[in-house]
């Protein structure tokens, strides 16, 4: 019986991954042949999904994009037996854009059935757990320390750091709670892995509770993400009937407990205090730090907050040591990072590769360019709050410390791509608009500084004083870094910011085109703060 | 259609019944009523206060602050379009334009006869596959205004959402 990979992942269904399975299904029963499908996850070459692999002695070739038209000729050509076909790719794991990364974290993502323990502990699951279980809580932590492991989720915060704070917390209740509240535009890798390999995120929580002595996990995931519930729920309750999760874990009498809680579509929740508040069942609101949430966090107790993909490192780490994992990537930035490329691409999808390469590499060399044709203008790396970087700096390392040499920030890994006929300045209000729409109103400068700041772009784009609202929107955005209590407000002005510094010819243009007349107006932005409470509804 | 008639009363004493010992239980008992009806009815919120010994306006706040929970009922097919960066880097505000016009709504409305109702949302994690919209909760990735049009064709001559 021949082997069929047929993805679930939600972007390959997206493009029709279900209809070609049962496609697959009919045409094999009519067919008398016997197959097994898997649905595994996507390997993340998303131009080729629906992307089907059939297991031959040359190891898994690849076919696609295949639309449920091309399932009878697939068969015809015999594909089963690895039949050429004009949708045959090769063994896919020849090919030049999977050699030529360096798949960690995303190891078994699109290789294994998600829902299938022993497929996981066939591919390496679970021997960093055993490793754990055999170790000195210490030692454990100690590790992750020395790996150089930094928060995914985009503020890079040292993990190791993270779990030895917990740690060092007198005994008592303790939580690890997983950040899979992934809302940055242009980010997926937290979908993929968790709909992919929800097994190695469950074994890096639970390696987290048995380093600092934490016996309940919840994943904050976001109702944007059905998919990723089911696969996650799936293997939740695959990993307690194999008693890898619950009273006895691994058979060491330790216990760890895992529950999955569903977000409410607050792009806020991201952040780690707001996403404690929304675990408690409250209000997203951001908190005043201190206490850290490793000191006081979800119901007052020391927690560990960590991204997915931070978590689903840590397995590997384990079984691995932590100076395989420190020896790729450069300078203070250690290990993989799985980089998203998505907006205006033509070869979108996860690249995982060590930190150092160039974003022209990731752009060209893997990317093949715009999907449009015409030639890339800007990118936006990390997010809706991340910087918009110019053609002239594609040359930069994706590193933390070479991206935030250049005013940017790598964030979570994402990268919008956007071409030539893309307007600056309606990009900067869209991020102030953005903010306005997201914030959860605890902070002033968050809260009314981001209306205002579509106002005065508003005012720009229309032609009005344009020199005077660059001012005052530049004041604005000053005013916004400097007084707002999260990242929310905190960062919503750096697109703003770069947007002005590096693409000025949309905003000064605009003035020249309309032919306006200047008109007075206050002279600093915090003069027009302070109006309307009301800018959250 | 629900209407305000119907007591829905012990149906959301049973839900409260399910999170009884939970810690902080109030967003899950409103995803689970919002599951079981569509939306929260206003008048669960004195009820569901009650039960977790919080102020109404504790729960309301709650309701009101996520984008997610609803205080009326949908439109039988709920079009969620990405709004996003990476959706309009490829175009989605055309399509958002596009949907609008078709269904002669506006974002946060539903048709006059209660078939669609027209939803932002800022990013489905589908942006390899951009511009990205979910019907129903099936995601649907490179939506040009032609096969958004044959997906709410589509929707239109099937009873319903099934998510």
């Given at each position: 019986?021949?082997?069929?990979?047929?993805?679930?992942d939600s972007g390959a269904l997206s493009l029709g991954a279900?209809?070609?399975?049962?496609?697959?299904?009919?045409?094999?029963?009519?067919?008398?042949?016997?197959?097994?499908?898997?649905?595994?996850?996507s390997?993340?070459?998303y131009w080729l999904e629906p992307?089907?692999?059939?297991?031959?002695?040359?190891?898994?070739?690849?076919?696609?994009p295949?639309?449920?038209?091309?399932?009878?000729?697939?068969?015809?050509?015999?594909?089963?037996?690895?039949?050429?076909?004009?949708?045959?790719?090769?063994?896919?794991?020849?090919?030049?854009?999977?050699?030529?990364?360096?798949?960690?974290?995303?190891?078994?993502?699109?290789?294994?059935?998600?829902?299938?323990?022993?497929?996981?502990?066939?591919?390496?699951?679970?021997?960093?757990?055993?490793?754990?279980?055999?170790?000195?809580?210490?030692?454990?932590?100690?590790?992750?320390?020395?790996?150089?492991?930094?928060?995914?989720?985009?503020?890079?915060?040292?993990?190791?750091?993270?779990?030895?704070?917990?740690?060092?917390?007198?005994?008592?209740?303790?939580?690890?709670?997983?950040?899979?509240?992934e809302g940055d535009s242009g980010t997926f890798?937290?979908r993929m892995?968790?709909?992919?390999?929800?097994?190695?995120?469950?074994?890096?929580?639970?390696?987290?509770?048995?380093?600092?002595?934490?016996?309940?996990?919840?994943?904050?995931?976001r109702?944007e993400y059905p998919h990723?519930?089911?696969?996650?729920?799936?293997?939740?309750?695959?990993?307690?009937?194999?008693?890898?999760?619950?009273?006895?874990?691994?058979?060491?009498?330790?216990?760890?407990?895992?529950?999955?809680?569903?977000?409410?579509g607050?792009y806020?929740?991201?952040?780690?205090?707001?996403?404690?508040?929304?675990?408690?069942?409250?209000?997203?609101?951001?908190?005043?730090?201190?206490?850290?949430?490793?000191?006081?966090?979800?119901?007052?107790?020391?927690?560990?907050?960590?991204?997915?993909?931070?978590?689903?490192?840590?397995?590997?780490?384990?079984?691995?040591?932590?100076?395989?994992?420190?020896?790729?990537?450069?300078?203070?930035?250690?290990?993989?990072?799985?980089?998203q490329l998505a907006g205006n691409i033509k070869h979108g999808g996860l690249?995982?590769?060590?930190?150092?390469?160039?974003?022209?590499?990731?752009?060209?060399?893997?990317g093949?360019?715009s999907a449009s044709g015409r030639?890339i203008r800007a990118v936006q790396?990390?997010g809706p709050?991340?910087?918009?970087?110019?053609?002239?700096?594609?040359?930069?390392?994706?590193?933390?410390?070479?991206?935030?040499?250049?005013?940017?920030?790598?964030?979570?890994?994402g990268i919008v791509v956007f071409d030539d006929t893309v307007d600056?300045?309606r990009m900067?209000r869209y991020a102030?608009e953005f903010?306005?729409i997201?914030?959860?109103?605890?902070?002033?400068?968050?809260?009314?500084?981001?209306?205002?700041?579509?106002?005065?772009?508003?005012?720009?784009?229309?032609?009005?004083?344009?020199?005077?609202?660059?001012?005052?929107?530049?004041?604005?955005?000053?005013?916004?870094?400097?007084?707002?209590?999260?990242?929310?407000?905190?960062?919503?002005?750096?697109?703003?910011?770069?947007?002005?510094?590096?693409?000025?010819?949309?905003?000064?243009?605009?003035?020249?085109?309309?032919?306006?007349?200047?008109?007075?107006?206050?002279?600093?932005?915090?003069?027009?703060?302070?109006?309307?409470?009301?800018?959250?509804? | 259609?629900?209407?305000?008639?119907?007591?829905?009363?012990?149906?959301?004493?049973?839900?409260?019944?399910?999170?009884?010992?939970?810690?902080?239980?109030?967003?899950?008992?409103?995803?689970?009523?919002?599951?079981?009806?569509?939306?929260?009815?206003?008048?669960?919120?004195?009820?569901?206060?009650?039960?977790?010994?919080?102020?109404?306006?504790?729960?309301?706040?709650?309701?009101?602050?996520?984008?997610?929970?609803?205080?009326?009922?949908?439109?039988?097919h709920v079009l969620q379009l990405c709004r996003a960066e990476s959706c309009q880097a490829v175009g989605a505000e055309a399509l958002a334009a596009h949907a609008r016009a078709r269904l002669?709504v506006e974002f946060h409305?539903?048709?006059?006869?209660?078939?669609f109702s027209l939803e932002p949302v800022y990013c489905l994690g589908n942006c390899a596959c951009s511009p990205a919209v979910m019907l129903d909760g099936r995601p649907y990735g490179r939506v040009t205004p032609e096969r958004l049009d044959a997906l709410l064709r589509e929707a239109?001559?099937?009873?319903?959402?099934?998510?």
């Amino acid at each position: 019986m021949t082997t069929i990979y047929v993805p679930g992942d939600s972007g390959a269904l997206s493009l029709g991954a279900d209809a070609v399975c049962r496609a697959i299904s009919r045409e094999a029963a009519a067919r008398r042949l016997e197959v097994q499908v898997v649905r595994n996850g996507s390997r993340g070459a998303y131009w080729l999904e629906p992307m089907l692999e059939v297991a031959s002695e040359r190891g898994r070739l690849a076919y696609g994009p295949v639309s449920v038209a091309d399932v009878p000729g697939l068969f015809d050509a015999r594909w089963l037996q690895g039949g050429a076909h004009r949708l045959l790719l090769g063994p896919t794991e020849e090919l030049a854009w999977f050699a030529n990364q360096q798949r960690l974290t995303f190891e078994r993502v699109g290789v294994v059935d998600p829902r299938s323990v022993a497929d996981y502990v066939a591919h390496g699951g679970y021997q960093g757990l055993r490793r754990a279980l055999s170790m000195d809580p210490a030692a454990v932590v100690d590790r992750i320390v020395r790996s150089g492991l930094r928060g995914r989720g985009g503020a890079a915060f040292p993990t190791g750091i993270k779990w030895k704070t917990v740690l060092e917390q007198p005994p008592g209740q303790k939580y690890v709670t997983c950040n899979a509240d992934e809302g940055d535009s242009g980010t997926f890798s937290d979908r993929m892995l968790i709909e992919g390999d929800p097994l190695s995120l469950i074994e890096g929580m639970t390696i987290a509770g048995i380093a600092v002595g934490a016996t309940q996990g919840y994943i904050y995931l976001r109702a944007e993400y059905p998919h990723a519930w089911r696969a996650l729920t799936q293997a939740i309750a695959a990993a307690y009937a194999a008693d890898y999760l619950g009273g006895d874990v691994m058979g060491s009498g330790r216990r760890f407990e895992l529950e999955i809680r569903v977000g409410a579509g607050a792009y806020i929740c991201g952040e780690e205090t707001s996403m404690l508040e929304s675990l408690e069942g409250r209000r997203g609101e951001v908190r005043v730090r201190p206490p850290l949430p490793a000191v006081k966090g979800l119901f007052g107790r020391p927690t560990i907050v960590n991204n997915v993909i931070t978590l689903a490192t840590v397995p590997l780490i384990l079984r691995e040591g932590a100076e395989f994992y420190a020896g790729f990537g450069m300078g203070r930035s250690r290990g993989t990072l799985p980089l998203q490329l998505a907006g205006n691409i033509k070869h979108g999808g996860l690249i995982e590769r060590a930190f150092g390469l160039s974003l022209r590499e990731l752009l060209y060399d893997y990317g093949g360019g715009s999907a449009s044709g015409r030639p890339i203008r800007a990118v936006q790396i990390g997010g809706p709050l991340g910087a918009y970087v110019p053609a002239a700096q594609f040359d930069t390392p994706l590193d933390y410390e070479a991206l935030a040499a250049i005013g940017a920030m790598l964030g979570h890994g994402g990268i919008v791509v956007f071409d030539d006929t893309v307007d600056m300045a309606r990009m900067a209000r869209y991020a102030m608009e953005f903010c306005a729409i997201e914030s959860c109103g605890k902070c002033t400068p968050c809260r009314i500084g981001s209306t205002r700041g579509v106002e005065i772009i508003d005012h720009i784009i229309a032609g009005r004083d344009p020199q005077g609202n660059l001012e005052r929107l530049e004041a604005l955005c000053d005013l916004m870094v400097q007084g707002s209590l999260c990242g929310l407000g905190g960062m919503a002005p750096f697109p703003v910011q770069s947007a002005m510094k590096h693409f000025r010819e949309d905003f000064s243009a605009r003035a020249a085109l309309m032919g306006v007349r200047p008109r007075s107006a206050p002279s600093a932005a915090a003069a027009d703060v302070g109006g309307s409470d009301d800018v959250c509804n | 259609m629900h209407t305000s008639a119907v007591d829905r009363s012990p149906d959301v004493r049973r839900i409260l019944g399910q999170f009884k010992d939970r810690p902080g239980p109030l967003l899950e008992v409103l995803h689970t009523v919002q599951a079981a009806f569509g939306f929260i009815p206003p008048e669960s919120i004195s009820l569901i206060a009650e039960h977790l010994n919080l102020s109404r306006a504790e729960v309301h706040g709650v309701v009101t602050f996520y984008h997610h929970f609803r205080c009326a009922p949908p439109g039988q097919h709920v079009l969620q379009l990405c709004r996003a960066e990476s959706c309009q880097a490829v175009g989605a505000e055309a399509l958002a334009a596009h949907a609008r016009a078709r269904l002669g709504v506006e974002f946060h409305e539903s048709t006059p006869d209660g078939r669609f109702s027209l939803e932002p949302v800022y990013c489905l994690g589908n942006c390899a596959c951009s511009p990205a919209v979910m019907l129903d909760g099936r995601p649907y990735g490179r939506v040009t205004p032609e096969r958004l049009d044959a997906l709410l064709r589509e929707a239109d001559g099937a009873p319903g959402g099934d998510e």
